[in-house]
């Protein structure tokens, strides 16, 4: 995602670092180290960066394209086939021989963007609604494999009335589905599914039924603001917390990978 | 070089007119944002080519492109946009408006895509995954199914095989008989090439046999696939190919501004396709500083491995 909200600016001139670098730093808090990651593209391309620099050396990033890397890329990417990820990387090939280990079970995380999202963590990158009209989203690429096939997802998100919906027209990526037992249900591995939604507000978690409630909101961003931005009743966490300002170090690699802002500083 | 007369080499106008008449169904982005063969999509715009089927996990631009030339009836694929900068216009135009002309859209996932032409490539009429259970993409697309295990009693889905009628994949080098060499991320392209009807091949540079004969490893396409094989420099651009050029990210970001609105795209269109005789063309209007910012800043060869006995 890119960001294009008054937020960014506020938050940017407020405390010394942008709304997108305060979502980096909290994308990349959600990888543990050692664990398998399913990259995607955009924040999440630097939020692998920053976690295997700080906190999980031992992270192993994942691309669709046909890509493993347990060195990240020397510098700054726009995409996952770009030439910096595909020189020094510890595999390059086939779609297939990356989305095999997606299939088994064997990601931990996968990072997903999407225009919509509902209280049951279903993303919409397909066909979206605006004003009564239809409109056309690119689709899934890789985003509907890795909702249905990682142990866990996380979602980047602009907080938005029109994004946050009960219930989305289209699910491209099923998250709980309708809630309860759904996944295992249809299919699924029973205990995997949405783990976080990281809007440009705060974070939303999911209870044992897949219900997403405000876990915490981002310095700045009051209550009420995040539930009047969500088109559902959005429930809150009565230890409510306030989402970590990204870290010196953090700051640093984000800014070491992203000097021009591309990512982090969108206007 | 000395071509040997059984060569398959043609010029991208040839290949084209020869071997993707209107109404083919083509895969071309097999190897996802790395080797989009825009080369040989822009020369499909040039020769006018109408109800094309376009088959790919994602083509970047291209897709965008071809469907706003009006060149496409019907998309089956995963995702078409501009990855680095966001949706793609003249696909909006065409699925909301039908300007300028109507597409169909059958939604997959890249998983569903690559086993769709793995079964192709194995000739089996179907493959089974546990993706999409429980999406829209199941509900929506004819060529998924739900079913049960025979063996187990699990649900899956099966993933009907797709054999394109052409598979246009490019590549680093190969040799006249289409023999090829890619390295880098692949994508779908070693499955496309297996499941198409009819391979045209574009190549980087064109190698004496004994090149590719070196090092049969790296050898992802066999020459006997292969119809025609097209030497074309550049084609790839404004995507990258690892050790020629990188990606023009400034070209994609210029695109998704210039095709906002539909005149725009047409000016676009005439400055960078229809306004030009081929890719030679288009290389001279995009100009050796340009490229020359793109090129190769540090070699990084891999080390020889030893066929020998």
């Known amino acids: 995602m890119r960001l294009g909200e008054p937020q960014a600016e506020a938050c940017a001139t407020r405390s010394g670092f942008t709304l997108g670098e305060l979502m980096v730093a909290a994308a990349a808090r959600e990888i543990l180290d050692g664990e398998w990651v399913f990259v995607g593209m955009r924040l999440p391309l630097l939020a692998f960066l920053v976690a295997k620099r700080l906190h999980a050396p031992r992270a192993v990033g994942l691309y669709e394209n046909g890509v493993i890397r347990v060195d990240p890329a020397p510098e700054m990417l726009y995409t996952m086939a770009d030439p910096p990820n595909q020189r020094g990387a510890t595999y390059c090939g086939e779609m297939t021989r990356v989305m095999s280990l997606l299939q088994q079970g064997c990601v931990d995380v996968g990072f997903l963007g999407a225009a919509e999202v509902d209280r049951h963590g279903n993303l919409n990158s397909t066909w979206g609604r605006r004003d009564g009209q239809v409109v056309r989203l690119p689709g899934s690429g890789g985003a509907g494999d890795i909702a249905c096939l990682a142990k866990r997802t996380v979602v980047l998100m602009a907080h938005q009335p029109h994004r946050l919906v009960e219930r989305v027209g289209y699910v491209t990526s099923p998250g709980y589905g309708t809630g309860g037992d759904w996944r295992s249900a249809i299919g699924l591995r029973a205990g995997s599914g949405p783990a976080a939604i990281l809007t440009t507000m705060g974070v939303l978690r999911f209870d044992e039924t897949g219900d997403a409630y405000l876990a915490s909101v981002h310095p700045g961003v009051a209550v009420g603001q995040v539930v009047a931005n969500t088109g559902w009743k959005l429930r809150v966490a009565a230890d409510l917390g306030e989402t970590p300002a990204p870290s010196a170090a953090e700051l640093g690699v984000i800014r070491e990978f992203d000097p021009e802002g591309f990512w982090t500083r969108q206007p | ?309």
């Open chain 2, 1 to 309: 070089m000395a071509i040997e007369q059984n060569s398959k080499l043609l010029t991208m106008g040839e290949a084209i007119a020869r071997y993707v008449p209107s109404g083919s169904s083509v895969l071309m982005g097999a190897a996802m944002e790395q080797l989009i063969p825009f080369a040989a999509g822009h020369e499909l715009i040039r020769q006018d080519r109408r109800d094309l089927t376009l088959i790919g996990p994602i083509s970047d631009i291209l897709f965008d492109q071809l469907i706003g030339a009006g060149c496409v009836a019907r998309v089956e694929a995963a995702w078409v946009g501009n990855v680095s900068a966001g949706v793609g216009y003249n696909l909006r135009r065409a699925t909301e408006q039908g300007v300028p002309r109507p597409v169909e859209m059958i939604d997959y996932t890249n998983f569903t895509v690559a086993l769709a032409l793995h079964a192709a490539a194995l000739g089996v009429p179907f493959l089974p995954t546990r993706s999409t259970l429980g999406s829209d993409v199941l509900a929506r697309n004819p060529h998924l199914v739900e079913f049960r295990s025979p063996v187990g009693g699990e649900k899956l889905v099966a993933v009907e095989a797709l054999a394109p009628d052409v598979a246009i994949l490019h590549v680093q080098r190969a040799d006249a008989q289409g023999n090829a060499h890619a390295w880098g991320g692949l994508g779908v392209q070693i499955d496309g090439a297996r499941a198409a009807r009819r391979v045209i091949l574009v190549a980087e540079e064109i190698v004496e046999p004994e090149v590719i004969a070196s090092d049969p490893n790296r050898t992802e396409i066999p020459g006997m696939l292969v119809s025609a094989v097209v030497h074309e420099p550049w084609g790839a651009h404004p995507s990258p190919v690892q050790g020629y050029y990188g990606r023009d990210h400034a070209f994609f970001h210029e695109y998704h501004e210039r095709s906002r609105k539909r005149e725009d795209f047409e000016n676009w269109l005439r400055e960078w396709v229809l306004g030009v005789e081929n890719r030679a063309g288009y290389l001279e209007r995009l100009g050796a500083e340009r490229r020359g910012t793109l090129g190769v800043r540090e070699h990084a060869w891999s080390a020889a491995v030893d066929f020998g006995y």
